[in-house]
T-cell receptor, first 112, second 111 residues
Framework: KAGVTQTPRYLIKTRGQQVTLSCSPI?????VSWYQQTPGQGLQFLFEYFSETQRNKGNFPGRFSGRQFSNSRSEMNVSTLELGDSALYLC???????????FGQGTRLTVV | GQNIDQPTEMTATEGAIVQINCTYQTSGFNGLFWYQQHAGEAPTFLSY????GLEEKGRFSSFLSRSKGYSYLLLKELQMKDSASYLCAVAADDSWGKLQFGAGTQVVVTP
């Protein structure tokens, strides 16, 4: 069974640009969560999607948004990038949201 | 507020046992999870506790006391490959899809 797949693995963007990250969950998993990981703040929850609906949202500005498609694949978008958005963005999937979550390899975003 | 505390770093010898403590103060509780993360890699799921008591999975065990807001992860028969960051996470809401993580404990295994 394939694991959680995130694309791209690495990205370099300029301040002010926007970026879209993609996550394909494990087959059969309907819940997808996004996290931001930085050395200073650790792992912080961004949002969770279940059956195409946002079920939970973390304390991030409106520049961070996401969506989920009917095949459970999810995307997150960050607009007007800031230097502080440089981080590892991790996606995790679970069957229902009430079973253990499995993480993808992450997308390393660098904003210059 | 929400707080999940764990030690920053622990060092132990190959073959030994190490116990990583985690204390939490969250607005709700629906489960506590332990993940292992090697440098540059994704976190991998180790174990979870919903009810009080000990859960054993091979060389790894996790304990939970909800009344004390306390958990620990026990790593037995340490191997060099166990050198990694260990993350304690709490599901405070109904969904386990929203996890609050501690800062992680870096375990260094020495020969």
């Amino acid at each position: 069974k394939a694991g959680v797949t995130q694309t791209p693995r690495y990205l370099i963007k300029t301040r002010g640009q926007q970026v879209t990250l993609s996550c394909s969950p494990i087959s059969g998993h309907r819940s997808v969560s996004w996290y931001q990981q930085t050395p200073g703040q650790g792992l912080q929850f961004l949002f969770e999607y279940f059956s195409e609906t946002q079920r939970n949202k973390g304390n991030f500005p409106g520049r961070f948004s996401g969506r989920q498609f009917s095949n459970s694949r999810s995307e997150m978008n960050v607009s007007t990038l800031e230097l502080g958005d440089s981080a590892l963005y991790l996606c995790a999937s679970s069957q229902t949201g009430n079973t253990e979550a499995f993480f993808g390899q992450g997308t390393r975003l660098t904003v210059v | 507020g929400q707080n999940i505390d764990q030690p920053t770093e622990m060092t132990a010898t190959e073959g030994a046992i190490v116990q990583i403590n985690c204390t939490y103060q969250t607005s709700g509780f629906n489960g506590l999870f332990w993940y292992q993360q090697h440098a540059g890699e994704a976190p991998t799921f180790l174990s979870y506790n919903v009810l009080d008591g000990l859960e054993e999975k091979g060389r790894f065990s996790s304990f939970l006391s909800r009344s004390k807001g306390y958990s620990y992860l026990l790593l037995k028969e340490l191997q060099m490959k166990d050198s990694a960051s260990y993350l304690c996470a709490v599901a405070a809401d109904d969904s386990w899809g929203k996890l609050q993580f501690g800062a992680g404990t870096q375990v260094v295994v020495t020969p």
